[in-house]
């Protein structure tokens, strides 16, 4: 019996940690990706280069990617074109992402407008107000550009292999 509660905990932490080895790689990128992007926009339009609601929301928008990522590797349509050429899946992985990342934004600003003490009706009604297609748009286009190399360097990844990738840029040039 003890060997049971002995290895219910491992078997939870092994499965917590293959998870986090999931979900770590888009986050990370996407947080610095996202970031690189506020940075540059506050210097062109604002003329600095830190406002902490920014680089908030940058930070939140990784984490929504992450879990969007993580939940979408989940469905077996993913691999719908697995052993096409490399553009078919890169194209379609990217298309795919950014469909359910949207959903997942749209997703949690509805749960942010039903804690609103105002009342989701009228919360709602003000984000529609507040809802301008060139932001929208703006950011769609962005989530698209990272997305897409992000899936072309994990396709590529594994087409060459488990630590071909990495070996082929941070190791020796032979040849």
């Not at 339009?45 to 908030?56: D, E, H, K, V």
């Not at 077996?76 to 992985?93: C, E, S, W």
Request: proline residues 4%.
């Amino acid at each position: 019996m003890s060997l049971n509660v002995a290895s219910w905990p491992a078997k939870a932490g092994r499965i917590w940690w293959r998870e986090m080895k999931h979900l770590l790689p888009p986050t990370i990128y996407f947080f610095c990706a996202f970031n690189v992007i506020v940075v540059t926009t506050n210097l062109l339009t604002r003329s600095y280069w830190f406002a902490l609601t920014n680089f908030l929301t940058a930070t939140a928008l990784a984490l929504i990617v992450g879990k969007a990522v993580l939940v979408a590797d989940k469905f077996r349509t993913i691999d719908r074109f697995r052993g096409a050429p490399l553009i078919k899946p890169i194209l379609y992985k990217t298309v795919f992402y950014c469909v359910v990342v949207s959903l997942f934004r749209v997703v949690e600003q509805l749960i942010h407008f039903s804690f609103d003490g105002d009342g989701f009706r009228i919360a709602f009604r003000e984000a529609l107000e507040a809802f301008t297609w060139h932001r929208f748009m703006a950011i769609q286009i962005w989530l698209f550009t990272c997305f897409l190399l992000y899936v072309t360097a994990t396709e590529l990844s594994a087409a060459l292999g488990p630590g071909k990738l990495k070996q082929l840029i941070f190791g020796p040039r032979t040849g």
